[in-house]
């Protein structure tokens, strides 16, 4: 395996392609998702991985299996466009919209992405297929990305029928998430976990979060970057560095003036660089994203730093929205 000395890794959390996202494709170039200055800067990076909160598929109809179910996420199949305009290489697809449309649109989810040589983690048919890390290599280096998600139980795979990785991590991290994390480690020369962890609209994370991570870290992950919360959390750093949440990168959901979920970050993780972790404020405005600045960028920064300050970490603003994170 090669050595991860010069790699560089952008992370993003929920990509939504569906409902107005899907319809503004349908009329402009993908490229028009993202700003020219935010796509010139993830083109630097060797990697970027981003949770995809949608199917992708013209097929299926809204899922039955969870009675009152509010929002389903479905984008056209040409939205994978959109994703290969942003230089996304891999997606986690463990969260609680893969499955919205049934399997058949999970199964074209996959197939779409794959088409796209976007690899994929956290869903599949069976248990097995969904559990599973995949591994993506930039240049002699091997990265492995393994996915889950913690809701819901609905969504998960079972034999012979598609779904995705599913885990109560409130109850603690279970055998078989060791057991791929130990596997990837085994086989990789770098490891992330991508979990879509605790609930909605929270600005911190819970402290069963925060207590689990030790055994994922033992497990073998090098990063842990989280998303579900829509709402980006501050750093944690112990053995390794753990961004909790990631907050919204892409979607066309209504915004909370207070919790400001139109406000996310991209990480670049740089894992033996001199800055291992920098993180760049984006903005989100309706199906279109782009880097914050003014008084966007300003509130990031002060929400960045009482945040990791809770956490035990420290963040210095180095330009407009760019900050560094140190343990």
Known sequence: MGSPLDVTIGLLGDVMLGRGVGEMLGRVPPAAAWSDELRALIGLLDLVVCNLECCLSARGLPTAVIE???????????????????????????????????????????????????????????????????????????????????????YAATPGRWGVAHASLRDGVPPWLVREISSARENCDLVILFPHWGPNMTSAPGRWQQRIVRELWAAGADLIAGHSAHVFHGIGWGERPVLYDLGDALDDYRVDPQLRNDLGVLAIWRPQGSVELELIGLRLEYCHTRLAQGSDADWIASRLERACRALGTTVMRVAEQRFTVQP
């Open 68 to 154: 009152d179910k509010p929002f389903f996420f479905r984008g056209p199949p040409q939205a994978v466009r959109a994703l290969e305009a942003a230089h996304i290489g891999a997606v986690g697809l463990a969260n609680n919209h893969a499955l919205d449309f049934g399997e058949q649109a999970l199964a074209d989810t996959i197939d779409a992405l794959h088409a796209a040589n976007i690899a994929t983690a956290g869903a599949g048919r069976g248990p097995d297929a969904a559990q599973a890390a995949t591994i993506v290599t930039i240049d002699r280096l091997r990265v492995g990305l393994v996915s889950v998600t913690d809701h819901p139980a609905e």
